[in-house]
């Protein structure tokens, strides 16, 4: 059975700082990879994906993918408030659906 | 553009009973999805249906079951609740099948008491 594994945190990073999140996936086959946002009470938020190694930018938003280390990382820089939420790593590619991470709960310091 | 549409927001069962909850794609999306998230297990894949026909389900017992129509809305249904039903139902809207881009609805909020 696939597998991610999320630190559930929280962790807590200064407003300004870079926030670093991290998974592994157990399942060497995927192919994508997601990162995706979720507030407390409301739905995820799709946020990034990835595909290849190396690094994928957005706005303030990088991924990271090492295959061989079947890691997967989430970079947040100049952190905002408004980016405190619970951050879910997921894998997918296999044509059964997409395998979540119990996700980081992420909070940022004024 | 409109979301993804799903109703009720609520709801609250009582053991043994059946539920059927709707979601509505985005516009010309073609594959939904349906998730089941707990505090406990998190996020976990129930099944995904494109062109009304289901492609692929979870590890779920078969009292879970769906159905999705020509225009692309589904249904879930499930049946004999049980109280470890009790969770967030999320529907996800993708433009084809194996496209993980998902934008989920606001979700089905289910107690079974």
């Not at chain 1, 946020?47 to 190396?54: A, L, Q, R, T, V």
């Not at chain 1, 993918?65 to 905002?80: F, G, H, T």
Request: proline share 4%; net charge neutral; charged share 15%.
């Amino acid at each position: 059975q696939k597998e991610v594994e999320q630190n559930s945190g929280p962790l807590s990073v200064p407003e300004g700082a870079i926030a670093s999140l991290n998974c592994t996936y157990s399942d060497r086959g995927s192919q994508s990879f997601f990162w995706y946002r979720q507030y407390s009470g409301k739905s995820p938020e799709l946020i990034m994906s990835i595909y290849s190694n190396g690094d994928k930018e957005d706005g303030r938003f990088t991924a990271q993918l090492n295959k061989a280390s079947q890691y997967v990382s989430l970079l947040i820089r100049d952190s905002q408030p408004s980016d405190s939420a619970t951050y879910l790593c997921a894998e997918g590619g296999t044509d059964d659906g997409l395998t979540f991470g119990k996700g980081t709960h992420l909070i940022i310091q004024p | 553009k409109a979301g993804v549409t799903q109703t009720p927001r609520y709801l609250i069962k009582t053991r043994g009973q059946q539920v059927t909850l709707s979601c509505s794609p985005i516009s010309g999306h073609r594959s939904v999805s349906w998730y089941q998230q707990t505090p406990g297990q998190g996020l976990q894949f129930l099944f995904e249906y494109f062109s009304e026909t289901q492609r692929n389900k979870g590890n779920f017992p078969g009292r879970f079951s769906g159905r999705q129509f020509s225009n692309s809305r589904s249904e879930m249904n499930v049946s004999t609740l049980e109280l470890g039903d009790s969770a967030l139902y999320l529907c996800a809207s993708s433009l084809t099948v194996l496209t993980y881009g998902y934008t989920f609805g606001s979700g089905t909020r289910l107690t079974v008491v």
